[in-house]
């Protein structure tokens, strides 16, 4: 089983700013299955970026992924209030598939 | 528009049985590998459990394996999660998921004495 470890575990932040969100695997994550979800409260996941490094449609270019093997980053260029939420990195490589423990980016 | 539909969660007592069902419309379900993910209060994501497209295939978590149970039926659009010998910690939100981008809303189980 491949274990995630996403870091931090929080991270405060003020609006405008930029927030990089981290995803280490035990394992490497190979074709880059590697994906990132926001979550908001009493809401299902939002897929955010497949692949790594591919933008889900509709979501804004704010939003960045990169990495690759065993270490994989979420960036939001310029945090929007509607950005203030968890994020969790999935991988899909393997089975079972698994996901991060989860970073809550809040405002500072 | 793709959408997925779970129902059938409630409230059962430890060691009872709980069938969810996913209605899916919007795609072509027969031609697409399904799963459930489940999420317990304050906690993250838990995959479950997947199914290839004719029901051939089925991969489980360590934790339901030998418990839980999933089916489908492509003529009816749906997906089927049988959970058995239900303990405490099986208590989330459960999710039909198509991919990685399709979610449905999830239906709460609850296990509790």
């Known amino acids: 089983e491949i274990v995630l470890t996403q870091s931090p575990g929080t991270l405060s932040l003020s609006p405008g700013e930029r927030a990089t969100l981290s995803c280490r695997a035990s394992q490497s994550v190979s074709s880059g299955y590697l994906a990132w979800y926001q979550q908001r409260p009493g809401q299902a996941p939002r897929l955010l970026i497949y692949?790594?490094?591919s933008r889900a449609t509709g979501i804004p270019d704010r939003f960045s992924g990169s990495g690759s093997g065993t270490d994989f980053t979420l960036t939001i260029s310029s945090l929007e209030p509607e950005d203030f939420a968890v994020y969790y990195c999935q991988q899909y490589a393997s089975s079972p598939q698994t996901f991060g423990q989860g970073t809550k980016v809040e405002v500072k | 528009e793709v959408q997925l539909v779970e129902s059938g969660g409630g409230l059962v007592q430890p060691g009872g049985s709980l069938r969810l069902s996913c209605a899916a419309s919007g795609f072509t379900f027969s031609s697409s590998w399904m799963t459930w993910v489940r999420q317990a209060p304050g906690k993250g994501p838990e995959w479950v459990a997947n199914?290839?497209?004719?029901?051939?295939?089925?991969n489980y978590v360590d934790s339901v394996r030998g418990r839980f149970t999933l089916s489908r039926d492509n003529a009816k659009n749906s997906l089927y999660l049988q959970m058995n010998s239900l303990r405490v910690e099986d208590t989330a939100v459960y999710y039909c998921?198509?991919?990685?981008?399709?979610w449905g809303q999830g239906t709460l189980v609850t296990v509790s004495s």
């Open positions: 692949g790594a490094s």
């Open positions: 998921a198509r991919g990685q981008k399709f």
């Open positions: 199914i290839n497209q004719d029901g051939s295939e089925k």
